[in-house]
């Protein structure tokens, strides 16, 4: 680039170059989620007994993903549907912040000369790879080769103003500390990653803008800017989550305010660490350091800093009835199968009360009947406390499967093995049942709102009909679970005629009001017709959940066998 380029085409320079370095910066770590996310993810949850091996994990995790803040989401989420607990997230989060160093490091080693081969190269594999895993690691590879080539305009867009005076002078102003803390932070958090704004410091220093003194503040600025990504992430959530952002935000301010008073003697010692290494390197090496002091000096303090949070962000007695959590199912009674089973079928009742009440909720609010909030949690909008229903159902499905491994572990009789099995398919049933309840009943009235049509009088009648008499199915299945009763499951399977023969008078009434030309049912004739769906599929579920249950019955065989004796 010339050195007399006009003020604009520098600009111009300079933001594409960060729009560049931005992109391949999420390419890349979007490659590697993809090559690796599950398996990080369920590497957190199983892993992190103690303090030390969630550092670890944590470390390990964000050096693959290449991103802390998508460590920081999955925490959240993690904590959120308690896979993993608020305690063991802290040592996660420690370890997130030195895994986040090997992204600086990388960047020093200055590619920028290399780096369209580098694209080029993951690019072909993204494209000629025939295996997904191929696929995702050139795209990881090409937003790697991505990365370097925004350095490079962003290097070259800096050469015209190492000799710009009002440049230099605003630089100038970086020499106070608290200053370079505040720049640091708010860029980071304008855009969600501290590796980032680590490299953009590195290319500073690269073209002799930026010192070493200069760079460590910004750095530390950094690591709370980037905590704005898993506050973001933990809107909405309970507590628990909502705790593992603020911790992480207070072991940054923490860190950061004692550091800022060494920041001389930090700098000697960098010097004296990366003897003969160009800046940038010091500057990667500075950012490694801190980090790792900043982890190590607080890993044996976790418990006391868990409690210090836990005080300033308690837990509400409204908000514990809404965090998913069994009711009946205890460790205890393993050994003794038969009550654990019976503690299983009272668990999985639990659930069935669950799926009526977000039926009543989602049929409710395409019916017009819907009451502003829920009668239970009175703080919830209705439709929210279907979503929180569902959440529970997921939460219960993979509790009671759990239990009932557990289960038949042990040595059981014949009838207890049989009915173990069938509880382990009916609750998978129960889990999808709330899916359609939640997925596509919630869909379509999404879509109705978009739509602004409402169904007519007449459809909303019938409707309430069908939904009456999948409702009645769910009360009864509810009794018929907590009982294991397959004489009371045969009395659901005896009407199932009913139901399809109600199911088609109605939608034969709404097909005679289309043909009729009623404007209002021709309008919302899809969703009519795929709302009766869902009841069908809920039906037959139901049906499903029944015939299991009547397959206990003595002198029959099991649901594969199919045949009475």
Same mark, same amino acid.
Not at 238 to 252: E, P, Y
Not at 280 to 299: C, D, E, G, K, V
Not at 341 to 370: C, P, Q, V, Y
């Given at each position: 680039?010339?050195?007399?380029?006009?003020?604009?085409?520098?600009?111009?320079?300079?933001?594409?170059?960060?729009?560049?370095?931005?992109?391949?910066?999420?390419?890349?770590?979007?490659?590697?989620?993809?090559?690796?996310?599950?398996?990080?993810?369920?590497?957190?949850?199983?892993?992190?007994?103690?303090?030390?091996?969630?550092?670890?994990?944590?470390?390990?995790?964000?050096?693959?993903?290449?991103?802390?803040?998508?460590?920081?989401?999955?925490?959240?989420?993690?904590?959120? =549907?308690?896979?993993?607990?608020?305690?063991?997230?802290?040592?996660?989060?420690?370890?997130?912040?030195?895994?986040?160093?090997?992204?600086?490091?990388?960047?020093? #080693?200055?590619?920028?000369?290399?780096?369209?081969?580098?694209?080029?190269?993951?690019?072909?594999?993204?494209?000629?790879?025939?295996?997904?895993?191929?696929?995702?690691?050139?795209?990881?590879?090409?937003?790697?080769?991505?990365?370097? @080539?925004?350095?490079?305009?962003?290097?070259?867009?800096?050469?015209?103003?190492?000799?710009?005076?009002?440049?230099?002078?605003?630089?100038?102003?970086?020499?106070?500390?608290?200053?370079?803390?505040? /720049?640091?932070?708010?860029?980071?958090?304008?855009?969600?990653?501290?590796?980032?704004?680590?490299?953009?410091?590195?290319?500073?220093?690269?073209?002799?803008?930026?010192?070493?003194?200069?760079?460590?503040?910004?750095?530390?600025?950094?690591?709370?800017?980037?905590?704005? =990504?898993?506050?973001?992430?933990?809107?909405?959530?309970?507590?628990?989550?909502?705790?593992?952002?603020?911790?992480?935000?207070?072991?940054?301010?923490?860190?950061?305010? #004692? @550091?800022?008073?060494?920041?001389?003697?930090?700098?000697?010692?960098?010097?004296?660490?990366?003897?003969?290494?160009?800046?940038?390197?010091?500057?990667?090496?500075?950012?490694?350091?801190?980090?790792?002091?900043?982890?190590?000096? @607080?890993?044996?303090?976790?418990?006391?800093?868990?409690?210090?949070?836990?005080?300033?962000?308690?837990?509400?007695?409204?908000?514990?009835?809404?965090?998913?959590?069994?009711?009946?199912?205890?460790?205890?009674?393993?050994?003794?199968?038969?009550?654990?089973?019976?503690?299983?079928?009272?668990?999985?009742?639990?659930?069935?009360?669950?799926?009526?009440?977000?039926?009543?909720?989602?049929?409710?609010?395409?019916?017009?009947?819907?009451?502003? @909030?829920?009668?239970?949690?009175?703080?919830?909008?209705?439709?929210?406390?279907?979503?929180?229903?569902?959440?529970?159902?997921?939460?219960?499905?993979?509790?009671?499967?759990?239990?009932?491994?557990?289960?038949?572990?042990?040595?059981?009789?014949?009838?207890?093995?049989?009915?173990?099995?069938?509880?382990?398919?009916?609750?998978?049933?129960?889990?999808?049942?709330?899916?359609?309840?939640?997925?596509?009943?919630?869909?379509?009235?999404?879509?109705?709102?978009?739509?602004?049509?409402?169904?007519?009088?007449?459809?909303?009648?019938?409707?309430?009909?069908?939904?009456?008499?999948?409702?009645?199915?769910?009360?009864?299945?509810?009794? /018929?679970?907590?009982?294991?009763?397959?004489?009371?499951?045969?009395?659901?399977?005896?009407?199932?005629?009913?139901?399809?023969?109600?199911?088609?008078?109605?939608?034969?009434?709404?097909?005679?009001?289309?043909?009729?030309?009623?404007?209002?049912?021709?309008?919302?004739?899809?969703?009519?017709?795929?709302?009766?769906?869902?009841?069908?599929?809920?039906?037959?579920?139901?049906?499903?959940?029944?015939?299991?249950?009547?397959?206990?019955?003595?002198?029959?065989?099991?649901?594969?066998?199919?045949?009475?004796?």
């Amino acid at each position: 680039m010339h050195t007399d380029l006009p003020l604009q085409y520098i600009t111009i320079y300079f933001i594409g170059g960060i729009a560049v370095f931005l992109y391949g910066m999420n390419t890349m770590s979007s490659g590697l989620k993809k090559v690796s996310g599950e398996r990080i993810r369920s590497l957190m949850a199983t892993l992190t007994s103690n303090r030390l091996s969630a550092l670890f994990v944590g470390s390990f995790a964000t050096m693959v993903v290449q991103s802390s803040s998508a460590i920081m989401v999955m925490l959240v989420g993690l904590v959120q =549907t308690q896979l993993m607990t608020y305690s063991q997230a802290l040592g996660v989060i420690l370890g997130a912040e030195i895994g986040t160093t090997v992204t600086a490091q990388l960047i020093a #080693f200055r590619l920028n000369d290399y780096a369209l081969l580098i694209f080029a190269a993951g690019f072909c594999l993204k494209i000629l790879g025939r295996k997904p895993g191929y696929q995702h690691a050139g795209e990881a590879l090409a937003g790697f080769g991505l990365l370097f @080539f925004g350095m490079q305009l962003m290097s070259e867009a800096m050469i015209p103003l190492r000799s710009y005076t009002p440049f230099i002078e605003s630089l100038h102003q970086l020499k106070n500390p608290l200053l370079s803390v505040a /720049v640091g932070m708010g860029f980071t958090a304008l855009i969600q990653s501290s590796s980032a704004f680590v490299g953009i410091v590195i290319v500073l220093a690269q073209q002799g803008v930026l010192t070493l003194e200069a760079s460590i503040p910004l750095m530390l600025g950094s690591n709370i800017g980037t905590c704005v =990504t898993a506050a973001i992430a933990s809107i909405g959530t309970f507590r628990a989550a909502r705790r593992v952002s603020l911790a992480q935000i207070l072991f940054n301010v923490f860190s950061v305010t #004692f @550091f800022l008073c060494w920041i001389p003697e930090s700098v000697t010692i960098v010097r004296f660490l990366s003897p003969g290494a160009e800046l940038p390197r010091q500057i990667a090496n500075a950012h490694t350091l801190y980090n790792l002091l900043m982890s190590f000096a @607080f890993l044996p303090f976790t418990p006391l800093f868990g409690r210090l949070v836990f005080l300033l962000l308690p837990d509400k007695d409204e908000e514990l009835k809404l965090i998913p959590k069994v009711w009946h199912l205890k460790k205890s009674a393993l050994n003794t199968p038969s009550m654990a089973l019976s503690f299983t079928r009272a668990e999985m009742a639990r659930m069935n009360k669950i799926l009526g009440r977000m039926l009543d909720g989602a049929i409710a609010s395409f019916t017009g009947t819907a009451a502003p @909030f829920d009668s239970i949690f009175p703080s919830l909008p209705t439709l929210q406390a279907v979503k929180m229903r569902e959440e529970k159902i997921d939460y219960l499905e993979t509790q009671v499967t759990d239990y009932l491994f557990k289960i038949v572990e042990q040595p059981l009789s014949d009838r207890e093995s049989k009915e173990a099995f069938a509880l382990m398919n009916i609750v998978k049933v129960q889990e999808e049942i709330g899916d359609i309840i939640e997925v596509r009943l919630l869909n379509l009235l999404a879509e109705k709102e978009t739509l602004k049509v409402d169904l007519t009088t007449q459809g909303k009648k019938e409707i309430t009909e069908l939904y009456t008499n999948i409702s009645g199915e769910i009360h009864l299945l509810t009794e /018929v679970l907590r009982e294991m009763n397959p004489e009371k499951a045969a009395v659901l399977l005896e009407q199932k005629d009913h139901f399809y023969q109600l199911k088609q008078d109605v939608e034969y009434r709404h097909l005679k009001r289309v043909e009729d030309m009623v404007a209002q049912s021709k309008l919302t004739h899809t969703i009519h017709m795929e709302l009766m769906d869902s009841l069908r599929q809920i039906h037959e579920y139901n049906t499903s959940i029944a015939r299991a249950i009547q397959t206990l019955r003595p002198g029959r065989e099991d649901a594969a066998g199919g045949r009475e004796r």
